[in-house]
């Protein structure tokens, strides 16, 4: 049996950064990652980052290729009603975003906890943990056939909403709190020009479209889509044609076309689990909560989570203060529930839900309001650019 100080189980974003932050720090982790690197850096996943999530990224050391590559947007267009309404959030807020997709950002932060020789299991089958109610924890898991175990002051579930951190919690000592959505997102990714050079988020009664990117070259498109709709069923043809009719038309008429690299439906579900802290066990991202992708939230809250787990850890080991530990939870869901909250309120304007011309109407002049109103449109900008951590 070997001795860490952190166990982070789960080699996604956030269990790679927050390994690479401790790394700064001269913290020793161990990360387990039940699939392989390259299953790993071929999901795809969100493309946008608050500009906190930015500075994070820098301050670890993992941002020059980001820095380079991204782009920062100043803006992001609402459509609807035939009309379309910029939000200028660096004038509302002045606050940017950036563009950089999630795969990129996943291999950056392997290569360098790789490049200093971080310790990443990958393909770490049967992870499970215990006795993390006492002061100190253990992980156990299978390498190449062998039984292994650690001893750890802490563990860290960075494993995602299947993952095996929030399972191992007892259910009476977690309350889950969530909500199905009546739709899906089917969205494609293609070797295409954007069709805009800013986010343009569409109201339209066929459903919901959004047009984004991943480079100037490579473009992430969406469309709301049925719950039970087959993949199948959507030859390129189809999802290009349908995005057209879901545009303006000065968007619409400049689509670029091209053929898929990648297609999949993905369900939208509000959930949180609290509190977010067991002992020495801390759940981290989509281990304790998950958002629909409209607001961009999800990666953004999880490094939010790392950042505060983080600086809880320093604490720890620098001054033997367990304060910001035990302050973690009530830190990290303050800011989860006001994310949820808009992602919620963001989904709920945009999307297509029934046939109900009133409810059409009042999201229609929500809408227009926030078009008309500085002040609306500016807290539409700071809940969209990121609410600072307290």
């Not at 770490?124 to 299978?142: C, E, G, M």
């Not at 629909?292 to 490094?303: F, H, I, M």
Request: with cysteine; glycine share 8%; hydrophobic share 40%.
């Amino acid at each position: 049996m070997s001795k860490i100080q952190v166990a982070i189980i789960g080699a996604g974003p956030s269990g790679l950064l927050l390994s690479q932050l401790l790394h700064t720090q001269g913290i020793e982790s161990i990360v387990l990652e039940r699939h392989t690197r390259e299953y790993v850096e071929a999901r795809i996943r969100a493309g946008l980052l608050e500009w906190g999530t930015v500075d994070l990224l820098n301050q670890a050391g993992v941002g020059a290729r980001m820095m380079r590559e991204g782009l920062a947007h100043d803006g992001v267009e609402l459509a609807f009603d035939c009309s379309t309404h910029r939000i200028d959030l660096k004038a509302l807020t002045g606050q940017r975003v950036m563009v950089y997709g999630q795969t990129e950002l996943q291999k950056d932060l392997a290569d360098a906890r790789t490049g200093s020789g971080g310790c990443i299991v990958w393909d770490a089958k049967d992870v499970a943990i215990h006795d993390y109610a006492d002061r100190t924890a253990r992980v156990s898991y299978t390498q190449r056939g062998e039984r292994r175990e650690v001893d750890c002051d802490f563990i860290a579930g960075c494993d995602g909403y299947h993952g095996v951190t929030r399972a191992s919690v007892p259910q009476h000592a977690i309350t889950l709190h969530e909500r199905i959505y009546p739709f899906g997102w089917l969205g494609i990714l293609a070797d295409v020009p954007p069709v805009a050079a800013e986010l343009v988020y569409t109201n339209n009664a066929r459903g919901f479209s959004l047009c984004s990117m991943r480079s100037r070259t490579r473009s992430r498109y969406y469309l709301q889509c049925a719950l039970d709709d087959d993949i199948d069923s959507w030859p390129d043809e189809r999802f290009w044609d349908e995005l057209r009719l879901r545009l303006p038309e000065k968007y619409g008429s400049r689509l670029i076309t091209g053929a898929s690299i990648e297609k999949s439906i993905a369900p939208l579900r509000s959930f949180v689990a609290e509190p977010m802290r067991f002992g020495r066990l801390f759940l981290v991202g989509d281990a304790a909560h998950i958002v629909p992708p409209t607001g961009a939230k999800g990666l953004n809250l999880a490094l939010a989570d790392v950042r505060v787990l983080f600086e809880a850890m320093v604490d720890y080991y620098r001054c033997g203060s367990e304060t910001l530990l035990d302050e973690y939870s009530s830190r990290a869901l303050a800011r989860v529930w006001k994310a949820t909250r808009f992602s919620w309120w963001f989904t709920s304007l945009m999307h297509r839900f029934s046939d109900d011309t009133i409810a059409r109407k009042m999201q229609l002049a929500e809408l227009q309001y926030i078009g008309e109103s500085p002040a609306a449109a500016a807290a539409f900008a700071e809940n969209y650019v990121g609410l600072r951590l307290r």
